[in-house]
T-cell receptor
Framework: DTGVSQDPRHKITKRGQNVTFRCDPI?????LYWYRQTLGQGPEFLTY????????KSRLLSDRFSAERPKGSFSTLEIQRTEQGDSAMYLC????????????FGPGTRLTVT | SQQGEEDPQALSIQEGENATMNCSYK?????LQWYRQNSGRGLVHLIL?????REKHSGRLRVTLDTSKKSSSLLITASRAADTASYFC?????????????FGTGTRLKVLA
């Protein structure tokens, strides 16, 4: 039984570079979430997918952020032209289906922008 | 801003003691969830309580929900060093139309051996 996996676990990049993170949800989970978490804070919602459709995106998500979930399986989160303020833990979570609210989280990708 | 606010922000107790943390929220909800996060890692779902429930138990966990006060509490009995973690409540407002879950700021629990 594999849980939610995320890759890479750590990423250090220079300001202005683009980065891409990958999330593999639990098999057959059709709901997928991305969150951002900074030190001492709770996770902050970024976006939500149901199968391959991106149904909701936070207003906090600038145009530099984009997410995809082709074929409704794995998902990628790309940040273009990174800024120091993007430094955070990026968490992915999945949930099996509508009506089930429990989310299963991955270990996260820690991004450091220098 | 975060809908959920946990209280206290930090709590330090001795092993074997009980730990109580509280969560307040602002809107009508369908359910409230509690999650645990060990240092620098992903979150683990602990327990979910529905809006029509007042109390729920799971092992050493006891959760209460007061929808009139828009608050919930999580009690961990007979705490262990392994309970050291941050605890977050999460809610999604209703009526729906949003898939956005809002997490609180968390309570950092330290259990001393």
């Amino acid at each position: 039984d594999t849980g939610v996996s995320q890759d890479p676990r750590h990423k250090i990049t220079k300001r202005g570079q683009n980065v891409t993170f990958r999330c593999d949800p639990i098999s057959e989970h059709n709901r997928l979430y991305w969150y951002r978490q900074t030190l001492g804070q709770g996770p902050e919602f970024l976006t939500y997918f149901q199968n391959e459709a991106q149904l909701e995106k936070s207003r906090l998500l600038s145009d530099r952020f984009s997410a995809e979930r082709p074929k409704g399986s794995f998902s990628t989160l790309e940040i273009q032209r990174t800024e120091q303020g993007d430094s955070a833990m990026y968490l992915c979570a999945s949930s099996p289906r509508a009506g089930v609210d429990e989310q299963y989280f991955g270990p996260g990708t820690r991004l450091t922008v220098t | 801003s975060q809908q959920g606010e946990e209280d206290p922000q930090a709590l330090s107790i001795q092993e074997g003691e009980n730990a109580t943390m509280n969560c307040s929220y602002k809107t009508s909800i369908n359910n409230l969830q509690w999650y645990r996060q060990n240092s620098g890692r992903g979150l683990v779902h602990l327990i979910l309580i529905r809006s029509n429930e007042r109390e729920k138990h799971s092992g050493r966990l006891r959760v209460t929900l007061d929808t009139s006060k828009k608050s919930s509490s999580l009690l961990i009995t007979a705490s262990r060093a392994a309970d050291t973690a941050s605890y977050f409540c999460a809610t999604r407002k209703i009526p729906s139309g949003t898939y956005k879950y809002i997490f609180g700021t968390g309570t950092r629990l330290k259990v001393l051996a």
